[in-house]
């Protein structure tokens, strides 16, 4: 069974971090690449960052370029997204999304993406 799960979600300050986390099993790790969306209600889900399967290049969305890290760790099959300098935009459902075909140059669309955890809540306060 494939499993994605979140976590390291929660409620911080402008300006504070937070470590995202996504524990996968189910799959071949190696092979995949992965995605970090976001979501606020009545708003499509927006990508954030992406990392490739092999070399871990990443690409980064444009509004949190700068801010944002994401690796990988093999040996643990897990993502992160390392988020410095937060802003109450950035309050959101974070999703991380795994995928065998999708480009790590460019943030490929959600609909691109087979796999999908179940989300975890960030919230950012002025």
């Known amino acids: 069974e494939v499993q994605l799960v979140e976590s390291g979600g929660g409620l911080v300050q402008a300006g504070g971090s937070l470590r995202l986390s996504c524990a996968t099993s189910g799959f071949t790790f190696d092979d995949y690449a992965f995605g970090w969306f976001r979501q606020v209600p009545g708003k499509e889900r927006e990508g954030v960052s992406c990392i490739s399967s092999t070399d871990g290049n990443t690409y980064y969305a444009d509004s949190v370029k700068g801010r944002f890290t994401m690796s990988r760790d093999n040996a643990k099959n897990t993502v992160y997204l390392q988020m410095n300098s937060l802003k109450p935009e950035d309050t959101a459902v974070y999703y991380c999304?795994?995928?065998?075909?999708?480009?790590?140059?460019?943030?490929?669309?959600?609909?691109?993406?087979?796999?999908w955890g179940q989300g975890t809540q960030v919230t950012v306060s002025s």
């Open positions: 999304a795994a995928d065998l075909f999708v480009p790590w140059n460019s943030m490929a669309p959600s609909s691109e993406y087979d796999y």
